[in-house]
């Protein structure tokens, strides 16, 4: 079997570079401290805490529809943040922007024991989501027996 080492990057096409750069230079560089690798007319990467995430421009024949997150792809991305305190000085400078939709403020969820997240989206509106989970979550939970009830996914 072979042994995962998380996920390298994640690329996100955007409609407007321009706005989503500056949105996401906030959040990954000025407020995860994240170090940006590519920064250029088409293209925006940060990398750290075991994490990349890459925004490039969309096919502008192909963005008029733009982000939904019931469509086939992408739902929503999820960074790990090592405290509730984390999650909640996140909130707050969501809050003092005052240019990004909060779809739903920290809150305790039932996806794993301790899970606590806010719920927030990007100037195309994809969803985003920061949350700490204590310990390693449902993987102290379920070990090595059968998968968790997934009634609860999909919201």
Known sequence: MID???IAHVQLSVRDFQASREFYYWLLHKTFGMTI???SDRSFYCIGGRTGLLITRADPDL???GFDQRRV???HICFRLRSTADVDTLHQGLVERGDVPIIRAPEPGSWAPGYYSVLFEDPDGIRLEANHVPGRGNLDVIGDGPPLD???FGR
């Open 37 to 39: 690798q590519y920064d």
């Open 63 to 65: 963005s008029a529809a």
């Open 73 to 75: 792809g992408l739902h």
């Open 150 to 152: 997934a009634a609860d």
């Open 4 to 6: 995962i080492n998380g």
